[in-house]
T-cell receptor, first 113, second 116 residues
Framework: NAGVTQTPKFRVLKTGQSMTLLCAQD?????MYWYRQDPGMGLRLIHY???????AKGEVPDGYNVSRLKKQNFLLGLESAAPSQTSVYFC????????????FGSGTRLTVV | GDSVTQMEGPVTLSEEAFLTINCTYT??????LFWYVQYPGEGLQLLLK?????DKGSNKGFEATYRKETTSFHLEKGSVQVSDSAVYFC???????????????FGRGTQLTVWP
C-alpha cells in the first residue's frame, strides 16, 4: 500500500523555468492538499481539492496552479519559478471527515536559483 | 477563524527527561485535535488524536488530553529518547458540518532535540 507518493523528490530550477509536481494517492481519498514548508513558517496551504475536477485556493496560492483531473492525482504547477518558491512541498490527502487525519507524502525539495 | 498556537522551540532535553509541548486552539464548535511528528527528511506522520473533550490520545509513550475548558491539547512524554528528536505539529480539524470540514489547521511546529 503506497499511500501518498510525490515525484520528484528533489529538483533544482533556474528562475523563470516551469515544472509540475505530481502527487498520487491510492487510498481513494476525496480531499487532497498542497503545502509548502519553510523554516520558522510551519506549513502553509497553497491549494486544495475536495474532489475530482475541483480546486480551491489556500493561504499562499500566488505563483502556483493546480489540477485534479483524476481523483488519485493532484498536480502542482509553477509556471515561472522564482527564488521565493524555494521550499519543501508536501502533498496530503484524507477522507471526508477529518477524524482520520491526513496522510502525507514524503515531500519534494525544490531549489530555485 | 480556527487556529492553533503551539510553544515556540527549539526544545532541547537530555535523554529520559520529561517533555511538555504546549498547544492551545481557537475554534467554534468542537473540533478534533491532532499531534503530528516529522522526523528529519520525512513527511508528517500522525502521532495521536482526540475527537472530543476529555479524550486522551496516546501513542509511542506520548499522551495528550483534549481540555475544552482551557482549549488546550498539550503533548507530554515521561521519558524522552534520542529517537524522539523531530518536529512536532499540533493541529485541529474544521468543525463538523462547517464549510471547512476536511481541513486541518496546523501550528508552526516545535523542534525537539534530545541529547544522550
Amino acid at each position: 500500500n503506497a499511500g501518498v507518493t510525490q515525484t520528484p523528490k528533489f529538483r533544482v530550477l533556474k528562475t523563470g523555468q516551469s515544472m509540475t509536481l505530481l502527487c498520487a494517492q491510492d487510498m481513494n481519498h476525496e480531499y487532497m492538499y498542497w503545502y509548502r514548508q519553510d523554516p520558522g513558517m510551519g506549513l502553509r496551504l497553497i491549494h486544495y481539492s475536495v474532489g475530482e475536477g475541483t480546486t480551491a485556493k489556500g493561504e499562499v496560492p500566488d505563483g502556483y496552479n493546480v489540477s485534479r483531473l483524476k481523483k488519485q492525482n493532484f498536480l502542482l504547477g509553477l509556471e515561472s519559478a522564482a527564488p521565493s518558491q524555494t521550499s519543501v512541498y508536501f502533498c496530503a490527502s484524507n477522507l471526508v471527515g477529518t477524524d482520520y487525519g491526513y496522510t502525507f507524502g514524503s515531500g519534494t525539495r525544490l531549489t530555485v536559483v | 477563524g480556527d487556529s492553533v498556537t503551539q510553544m515556540e522551540g527549539p526544545v532541547t532535553l537530555s535523554e529520559e527527561a520529561f517533555l511538555t509541548i504546549n498547544c492551545t486552539y481557537t475554534a467554534t464548535g468542537y473540533p478534533s485535535l491532532f499531534w503530528y511528528v516529522q522526523y528529519p527528511g520525512e513527511g508528517l506522520q500522525l502521532l495521536l488524536k482526540a475527537t472530543k473533550a476529555d479524550d486522551k490520545g496516546s501513542n509511542k509513550g506520548f499522551e495528550a488530553t483534549y481540555r475544552k475548558e482551557t482549549t488546550s491539547f498539550h503533548l507530554e512524554k515521561g521519558s524522552v529518547q534520542v529517537s524522539d528528536s523531530a518536529v512536532y505539529f499540533c493541529a485541529l480539524s474544521g468543525i463538523k458540518g462547517g464549510s471547512t470540514l476536511g481541513r486541518l489547521y496546523f501550528g508552526r511546529g516545535t523542534q525537539l532535540t534530545v541529547w544522550p
